[in-house]
T-cell receptor
Framework: AQSVTQLDSHVSVSEGTPVLLRCNYS??????LFWYVQHPNKGLQLLLK??????LVKGINGFEAEFKKSETSFHLTKPSAHMSDAAEYFC???????????FGTGTRLQVFP | NAGVTQTPKFRVLKTGQSMTLLCAQD?????MYWYRQDPGMGLRLIHY???????AKGEVPDGYNVSRLKKQNFLLGLESAAPSQTSVYFC????????????FGPGTRLTVT
């Protein structure tokens, strides 16, 4: 069975500093992994996805994530945080067995000026 | 191309009342999903459909019913609302099986008093 664990429920950074949101996954075969972002009172927007091509995946708004099979991780990073990055971020794995998305519990990112 | 739309955006119900949430997509997607989002719990799958006329239970189906009479619409019903169903409900669609992006609607905020 597939699952994802987001290691931090809250992350706070200062504007202009790097962002690291951590996600570990569990999957019995090569997974499809996603990061979604949800701004306050909004729906979910896809940031990026990994589907067994390049291990470093670039997404929108300067975010990227690296798939590391040896560490079963798919951490989300951004070199320099912006105030508009304040949101909730979800790491998600796709279950090929059931055609369902399995969501992590989310990481709330706060960005201070 | 409106993508995925949800009706209504907000609703307040009294315990025991019934209502139907409508999800519509204009992308000709086969798969559709209903999720609920509660603080600290990510998104949990309520019911889903893999095509017109089909429905299946997700992780938290109790107290909800669904119907997919037309490919573009997926209805979520609450027959007798309970305070535990206070949540934000998201609908999503998927073009076909596999590691593809799910497209999300903007959400419906439901409060049951």
């Amino acid at each position: 069975a597939q699952s994802v664990t987001q290691l931090d429920s809250h992350v706070s950074v200062s504007e202009g500093t790097p962002v690291l949101l951590r996600c570990n996954y569990s999957s019995s075969y090569s997974p499809s992994l996603f990061w979604y972002v949800q701004h306050p009172n909004k729906g979910l927007q896809l940031l990026l996805k990994y589907t067994s091509a390049a291990t470093l995946v670039k997404g929108i708004n300067g975010f990227e994530a690296e798939f590391k099979k040896s560490e079963t991780s798919f951490h989300l990073t951004k070199p320099s945080a912006h105030m508009s990055d304040a949101a909730e971020y979800f790491c998600v794995v796709y279950s090929y067995n059931t055609d369902k998305l399995i969501f992590g519990t989310g990481t709330r990112l706060q960005v201070f000026p | 191309n409106a993508g995925v739309t949800q009706t209504p955006k907000f609703r307040v119900l009294k315990t025991g009342q019934s209502m139907t949430l409508l999800c519509a997509q204009d992308m000709n997607h086969e798969y559709m999903y209903w999720y609920r989002q509660d603080p600290g719990m990510g998104l949990r799958l309520i019911h889903y459909s893999v095509g017109e006329g089909t429905t299946a239970k997700g992780e938290v189906p109790d107290g909800y019913n669904v119907s997919r009479l037309k490919k573009q619409n997926f209805l979520l019903g609450l027959e007798s609302a309970a305070p535990s169903q206070t949540s934000v409900y998201f609908c999503a669609s998927l073009p076909r099986p596999g590691g593809y992006e799910q497209y999300f609607g903007p959400g419906t905020r439901l409060t049951v008093t």
